[in-house]
């Protein structure tokens, strides 16, 4: 596995994850039916909240990012991209296991939505998440508080 961090987003790293998450997304989108190039990037730029999203960097370099967005009732598990070409080395896996271990709240549960079919549902399964729902195009998943990595 390459060397890797993670740091706290700023407001200008927006156009790197957008274009980040069109890439990323646009294969299960195509599959879905959904697929919008603009619309990809737009949701994106409209949701991101920097105080609540970290880089992940591999050598130096940006190659993804994963935020966690408080709500009253859990924290959401979104915009959890990582850069094709390090897909399945073992860094998002990391990137996750750190992120429950040190950011992730112990009183509340974590909760994300993932879309039908996406491999990355069974990364999230591999760290407690379980399908609490679904719909035609997303699977909405949850992991109970104090829940081990």
Do not use: K
Not at 11 to 31: F, G, N, T
Not at 36 to 53: I, S, W, Y
Not at 108 to 121: H, N
Not at 127 to 135: C, D, P
Request: charged share 20%.
């Amino acid at each position: 596995m390459a060397d890797w961090n993670i740091r706290p987003a700023l407001a200008v790293d927006v156009e790197p994850i957008a274009e980040l998450r069109a890439v990323v997304m646009r294969p299960d989108l195509e599959r879905l039916g959904r697929y919008d190039p603009h619309r990809v990037r737009q949701r994106l730029r409209d949701g991101f909240d920097p105080a609540h999203t970290w880089i992940i960097e591999v050598g130096g370099t940006f190659a993804g990012c994963v935020a966690l967005r408080p709500a009253p009732d859990a924290h959401w598990l979104e915009h959890f991209y990582l850069a094709p070409h390090l897909q399945g080395s073992g860094i998002g896996t990391a990137v996750l296991h750190h992120l429950l271990t040190h950011h992730a709240p112990t009183d509340l549960p974590i909760r994300l939505d993932v879309l039908q079919g996406s491999p990355a549902r069974h990364l999230y399964e591999r760290h407690g998440l379980h399908l609490e729902t679904e719909n035609p195009l997303d699977a909405f998943m949850i992991r109970a508080p104090g829940a081990d990595t």
